[in-house]
């Protein structure tokens, strides 16, 4: 006897696998446990150099040409109704030829665990997007999204354990590249379009990492005093709203400081807040205590 249907909700999204057959012992290849091609070529690469280069032999290329600025890095604690519930990491780093975030994460939502292996997006100098790469672990659900975008369209490889499926779907060559839930940090890239030269609402594509490209609305509050834990800080705020891919509306609200990097996000609607590492939230009161009865 084996379970044949099983189901996880969490965070607003609900995945169903299906299991139609099951093999015990199979007979496995050879070549099942050889390295992919890709991480084959990176091992090669990372191969220490010869000591002494033939005077003949030229030097490999790097492979990003343009001139690289020192990469930035940060934290977001995210929680939720003022419990903390996740972690996230990343990175951006800036070059004459594009911006690039990589980072990862992990969340304990009860009975749902989230750890997000990698999200990382590749973008142009024009913020547009090349190549975006999604791995993560929704309880026992792996969930595998590598995407490349050309020609205004996004090639999708999905792999959620059924093995791999191809996705192509209509996507902006403007859009910024988001996930569905978590991880946070890529809207990164939104706060660092955006413009605080006015108040009026400014529209941009959304590309939900392999599901679809909505639209969202955001607007420049003007600068505000935050108060955080032991300290405070004049942030530029931004909110944005629009529509998930199911049609459900969302509304987010960031703020910046004067370099666009992220000190805090807002998710009103679902009672989450997440903190750049230094900027922790005030702690709340705690509750009175309740009267004696008589």
């Known amino acids: 006897m084996s379970p044949h249907r099983l189901v996880n909700r969490a965070a607003q999204q609900e995945f169903v696998i299906q299991i139609d057959s099951i093999e015990v012992n199979p007979d496995l290849a050879k070549d099942r446990f050889e390295l992919p091609l890709e991480i084959r070529a990176l091992l090669q690469n990372s191969a220490p150099a010869q000591s002494n280069p033939s005077p003949t032999e030229s030097k490999p290329a790097p492979a990003n040409h343009g001139a690289l600025e020192s990469p930035d890095s940060g934290k977001l604690a995210i929680y939720m109704r003022g419990a903390l519930v996740a972690n996230e990491s990343y990175t951006v780093t800036k070059s004459d030829s594009g911006i690039e975030l990589d980072g990862s994460g992990s969340a304990n939502l009860g009975t749902m665990k989230i750890d997000i292996e990698r999200f990382d997006v590749k973008t142009d100098a024009k913020y547009q997007p090349i190549q975006a790469i999604g791995r993560a672990k929704m309880g026992q659900i792996q969930m595998n999204v590598n995407a490349t975008f050309a020609d205004g369209q996004s090639k999708n490889e999905i792999d959620t354990g059924q093995g791999p499926q191809t996705k192509m779907l209509a996507v902006h060559p403007d859009a910024i590249v988001v996930n569905a839930n978590l991880p946070l ?110």
């Open 185 to 294: 940090y890529p809207w990164t890239v939104l706060a660092m379009r955006a413009s605080l030269d006015n108040q009026q609402p400014q529209q941009f594509p959304v590309y939900v990492l392999g599901q679809a490209e909505v639209n969202a609305s955001l607007v420049f509050k003007g600068r505000e005093h935050v108060e955080f834990a032991g300290k405070s800080a004049e942030l530029n705020h931004l909110s944005v709203s629009g529509t998930s891919p199911q049609g459900e509306p969302i509304s987010l609200d960031f703020w910046v400081d004067d370099n666009r990097k992220l000190i805090k996000i807002a998710v009103a609607a679902q009672g989450v807040e997440a903190y750049q590492q230094g900027f922790e939230p005030v702690a709340r009161a705690a509750a009175p205590p309740a009267a004696a009865p008589r």
